[in-house]
């Protein structure tokens, strides 16, 4: 494990683009799953410029992790949303580039990407309650692979903000790739930011894992890389 902190928001976007971009630059495929939220988005930013029509790096190919759909399934469903609006349109990634995850392919997923070589990074951000992707607790169990969760009332008024709190919209489910799709990664980057943020990663770097706080399994990763702003690295002697 290695753990990389940035003074603030915009420092710790500027290695986490820098990181991701040491990936990107291979002479063969490159498969990445990036993360939609707030988070990433200085680190969309600073990217965009950067690989913008740049033909060196037509090899990457990009994946999300999770989907939730809208209810009428009328339309492509949030996260890819998100990060088209972000990042895979600025940035102009040609659409075979673009492999999609959704309420229609999920079953296929796991062994889609086994076929296309494996993720060889997964750049995950994290929630104060200790979820990433769509794993929130009591929502999965490490052993499972993509999956679709099934939304209760709590899980419902949990992503309701997604869809600018109108109820209509909100479906009775969604899709993420589980601990364990998510561990199959060659590599993972976490990404966090902020007080808010503080003592979760505290938690999961001298707590115990435990299905209860989801995100406690990614430091079993053999590869994996936390970056973080001052503020989100406060608790931690990471000096």
Request: proline share 4%.
């Amino acid at each position: 494990m290695k753990i990389i902190v940035g003074k603030n928001l915009e420092e710790m976007s500027t290695i986490a683009a820098q990181h991701v971009l040491s990936y990107m630059y291979q002479d063969r495929r490159v498969n990445l799953a990036i993360t939609g939220g707030t988070t990433p988005e200085k680190m969309y930013e600073i990217l965009v410029p950067q690989v913008k029509n740049q033909t060196c790096f037509s090899n990457v190919h990009y994946y999300n992790f999770d989907e939730i759909p809208y209810k009428k399934e009328d339309r492509e469903g949030v996260t890819i949303s998100d990060l088209r609006r972000y990042y895979l349109d600025p940035a102009n990634i040609a659409e075979e580039n673009i492999h999609a995850l959704n309420q229609y392919n999920y079953k296929e997923q796991d062994q889609r990407i086994k076929n296309d070589g494996g993720l060889d990074m997964i750049i995950l951000g994290i929630g104060a309650d200790g979820h990433y992707c769509g794993n929130l607790p009591g929502t999965t169990s490490f052993g499972d692979m993509t999956t679709r969760v099934e939304c209760d009332q709590r899980l419902k008024d949990r992503i309701l903000p997604e869809f600018n709190y109108e109820e209509e919209h909100v479906p009775d489910y969604y899709i993420t790739m589980g601990p364990k799709s998510i561990m199959m990664a060659k590599n993972l980057v976490l990404i966090a930011s902020g007080t808010k943020k503080a003592e979760i990663i505290q938690r999961i770097l001298q707590g115990k894992v435990e299905e209860s706080i989801p995100a406690s399994i990614l430091t079993m990763h053999p590869n994996l890389t936390i970056i973080l702003d001052e503020e989100a690295a406060s608790l931690i002697n990471y000096k």
